[in-house]
């Protein structure tokens, strides 16, 4: 019992310290990539071409001192950082980065399997993570209430409205994947540890877009992938839908009356929810840990050698370095250019889509939808 919960921690640091790792080196990375497309330098004081910069912002923060409001509802006003990071670290608790070969030997014969490189296997997996990112807003709206702030109340009123409006498009891009994920056979003899499992699950999702590049979701679920992506940037409060800590127009939003780490955390919850929509991104639309090269002959066996996790992670950094590429790029919509965006445009487009789908599905028209 003691050496089993030992293993389970063992993995969750395994997970958490490169996430964190990750976050702290992705504000490293969005300084220098933003500042490159300015023509700046970006940070090049601490360390060896500024390397060291997120290690001396963090502990900078650390010493700095969090001012609590006189008038603020000082517990909510502690516990709302949290809400906002805590849900963000937890989801990952699904989050497959692989396969591996397992080996069990039976009465002298030894059988390889593979099986998810994932902390919790779960079938509802995807449903668990749509549940607790959902929650994410919730930080957002203590931390302006409690502040007893107009600028900081009006930033998360902002920020519940975008949420809304945007969790309703990723929703039903999503509902086009598992409809094309939900015709997938699983097969118990090369996929033993998905047997059981439903198109809900994260690893059914990937497996049903083998086939090499051309069967990933992102060609014909393009429409639900673009919306979801855009969605995933209105959903982490990214520029240029920042409405919600538009400094131009309300101060810093609704963290304005925050200081020291208590700041810190909201910043971190924003980095880390960016990691975690382009993981979502690779897994869901791009194959996921698959190889783009599965069913090319030449290519395949060239790049056989690279680990699924690799392509995993490359395909988020691609992720990652668009929402540095939007903000850098982008000026920030209006308040109701947004909500117009989201509801009049986003959910009629996945709707007429997810029908489209619908019909490809029950015809069987090959070639665009063959994998579904």
Same mark, same amino acid.
């Given at each position: 019992?003691?050496?089993?919960?030992?293993?389970? @921690?063992?993995?969750?640091?395994?997970?958490?310290?490169?996430?964190?790792?990750?976050?702290?080196?992705?504000? &490293?990375?969005?300084?220098?990539?933003?500042?490159?497309?300015?023509?700046?330098?970006?940070?090049?004081?601490?360390?060896? &071409?500024?390397?060291?910069?997120?290690?001396?912002?963090?502990?900078?923060?650390? *010493?700095?001192?969090?001012?609590?409001?006189?008038?603020?509802?000082?517990?909510?006003? @502690?516990?709302? $950082?949290?809400?906002?990071?805590?849900?963000?670290?937890?989801?990952?608790?699904?989050?497959?980065?692989?396969?591996?070969?397992?080996?069990?030997?039976?009465?002298?014969?030894?059988?390889?399997?593979?099986?998810?490189?994932?902390?919790?296997?779960?079938?509802?997996?995807?449903?668990?993570?749509?549940?607790?990112t959902s929650i994410g807003v919730y930080g957002v709206i203590v931390a302006g209430w409690a502040s007893n702030s107009k600028y900081a109340f009006l930033g998360s009123m902002r920020s519940a409205a975008q949420i809304v409006s945007y969790e309703i498009a990723m929703g039903f891009a999503l509902v086009g994947v598992l409809m094309a994920a939900s015709v997938y056979q699983i097969d118990p003899v090369t996929d033993p540890a998905l047997v059981?499992?439903?198109?809900?699950?994260?690893?059914?999702?990937?497996?049903?877009?083998?086939?090499?590049?051309?069967?990933?979701?992102?060609?014909?679920?393009?429409?639900?992938?673009?919306?979801?992506?855009?969605?995933?940037?209105?959903?982490?409060?990214?520029?240029? *839908?920042?409405?919600?800590?538009?400094?131009?127009?309300?101060?810093?939003?609704?963290?304005?009356?925050?200081?020291?780490?208590?700041?810190?955390?909201?910043?971190?919850?924003?980095?880390?929810?960016?990691?975690?929509?382009?993981?979502?991104?690779?897994?869901?639309?791009?194959?996921?840990?698959?190889?783009? *090269?599965?069913?090319?002959?030449?290519?395949?066996?060239?790049?056989?050698? @690279? $680990?699924?996790?690799?392509?995993?992670?490359?395909?988020?950094?691609? *992720?990652?370095?668009?929402?540095?590429?939007?903000?850098?790029?982008? $000026?920030?919509?209006? &308040?109701?250019?947004?909500?117009?965006?989201?509801?009049?445009?986003?959910?009629?487009?996945?709707?007429?889509?997810?029908?489209?789908?619908?019909?490809?599905?029950? &015809?069987?028209?090959?070639?665009?939808?063959?994998?579904?």
């Amino acid at each position: 019992m003691f050496l089993d919960l030992l293993w389970i @921690v063992v993995k969750i640091l395994l997970i958490v310290l490169p996430l964190m790792f990750s976050v702290a080196y992705l504000t &490293y990375a969005e300084r220098k990539i933003i500042g490159y497309m300015q023509v700046r330098c970006g940070p090049n004081r601490v360390g060896p &071409y500024g390397l060291l910069q997120p290690i001396a912002d963090a502990v900078k923060l650390l *010493f700095k001192e969090i001012i609590i409001p006189s008038s603020s509802n000082k517990f909510l006003f @502690v516990i709302a $950082p949290i809400l906002a990071i805590a849900p963000a670290l937890a989801a990952w608790a699904v989050i497959p980065f692989g396969e591996i070969d397992v080996s069990t030997t039976v009465a002298g014969k030894t059988t390889t399997t593979q099986e998810l490189l994932v902390l919790a296997d779960i079938d509802a997996s995807l449903l668990y993570i749509l549940a607790l990112t959902s929650i994410g807003v919730y930080g957002v709206i203590v931390a302006g209430w409690a502040s007893n702030s107009k600028y900081a109340f009006l930033g998360s009123m902002r920020s519940a409205a975008q949420i809304v409006s945007y969790e309703i498009a990723m929703g039903f891009a999503l509902v086009g994947v598992l409809m094309a994920a939900s015709v997938y056979q699983i097969d118990p003899v090369t996929d033993p540890a998905l047997v059981g499992k439903s198109a809900i699950n994260l690893g059914v999702i990937v497996k049903s877009q083998s086939g090499g590049f051309w069967h990933w979701y992102w060609l014909p679920l393009m429409p639900l992938f673009i919306v979801y992506l855009v969605s995933g940037v209105a959903e982490t409060n990214r520029a240029p *839908f920042d409405v919600a800590e538009g400094e131009s127009e309300i101060v810093a939003g609704f963290h304005v009356e925050y200081s020291g780490m208590a700041f810190a955390v909201f910043f971190l919850a924003e980095y880390a929810v960016i990691i975690l929509i382009s993981m979502l991104c690779a897994l869901l639309f791009c194959g996921g840990w698959l190889s783009p *090269f599965e069913g090319i002959p030449h290519l395949e066996e060239w790049f056989a050698w @690279v $680990p699924g996790l690799v392509w995993l992670i490359m395909k988020t950094m691609f *992720f990652m370095f668009c929402f540095l590429w939007f903000r850098a790029t982008f $000026p920030r919509y209006r &308040y109701d250019q947004i909500m117009r965006l989201g509801w009049k445009v986003f959910i009629p487009v996945t709707i007429v889509w997810i029908v489209v789908l619908a019909a490809a599905i029950a &015809y069987e028209l090959p070639p665009w939808f063959d994998q579904v």
